[in-house]
């Protein structure tokens, strides 16, 4: 079963522009990631926000962490081309989760030069 | 450092085969966990691994199994396949003082006809 669920399912933007997605979740987390996944290949870590933060940054990237309301937020600014990719959420569940994350369906964007 | 290698990077298998997917962590990363990432299911935890020991397990039937090596190296064995289990299998490691950030591979492509 999946414990994040993102929104929007998919997303189409030029380049310059900002990307926003939402990542809901249904139970209480200690830490929520955000990776992405390049057409079909593996997946990148790119931010890990803990359940005590509320917005973090990494370059380009702003996450936002909203417990009261089990939402994150991933913020991409200026895009560009090489930005195109699947976009996840992850959890890990409560309890005993050694090595396991929940992932969400999934952002999909595509930016045209 | 090397990434997480995995091999092969696509197969082909039939119905009724078994198959055997290999995994290297990064170096000195001694937990590897395993994912199965379908359009339908979207990415499914299967098992991780710490120290050649099964820490955690996915909802998966027994037909799948997997072990890990002295040298933190990991293999999955998914025997009688079937339809069902054409997918792209992931593997990412962690190091020991941050399993909560995972490093992920390439993944296997596998096709089951």
């Known amino acids: 079963s999946q414990q994040g669920e993102e929104d929007p399912q998919a997303l189409s933007i030029q380049e310059g522009e900002n990307a926003t997605m939402n990542c809901s979740y249904k139970?209480?987390?200690?830490?929520l990631q955000w990776y992405r996944q390049n057409s079909g290949r593996g997946l990148v870590h790119l931010i890990l926000?803990?359940?005590?933060?509320r917005e973090k940054h990494s370059g380009r990237l702003r996450v936002t962490l909203d417990t009261s309301k089990k939402s994150s937020s991933l913020l991409i600014t200026a895009s560009r081309a090489a930005d195109t990719a699947s976009y996840f959420c992850?959890?890990?569940?409560?309890?005993?989760?050694?090595?396991?994350?929940?992932f969400g369906a999934g952002t999909q964007v595509v930016v045209t030069p | 450092k090397a990434g997480v290698t995995q091999t092969p990077r696509y197969l082909i298998k039939t119905r009724g085969q078994q198959v055997t997917l290999s995994c290297s962590p990064i170096?000195?990363?001694?937990?590897v966990s395993w994912y199965q990432q379908t359009p339908g299911q979207g990415l499914q935890f299967l098992f991780e691994?710490?120290?050649?020991?099964?820490?955690n397990k996915g909802n998966f039937p027994g037909r799948f199994s997997g072990r890990q090596f002295s040298n933190s190296r990991s293999e999955m064995n998914v025997s009688t396949l079937e339809l069902g289990d054409s997918a792209l299998y992931l593997c990412?490691?962690?190091?020991?003082?941050?399993?909560?950030?995972?490093?992920f591979g390439p993944g296997t492509r596998l096709l089951v006809l």
């Open positions: 990412a490691s962690s190091p020991d003082w941050m399993l909560e950030t995972q490093y």
């Open positions: 139970t209480s987390i200690n830490n």
């Open positions: 926000i803990r359940s005590n933060e």
């Open positions: 992850a959890t890990p569940p409560p309890g005993d989760s050694w090595g396991k994350l929940q």
């Open positions: 170096s000195g990363h001694r937990s």
């Open positions: 691994y710490f120290s050649e020991t099964q820490r």
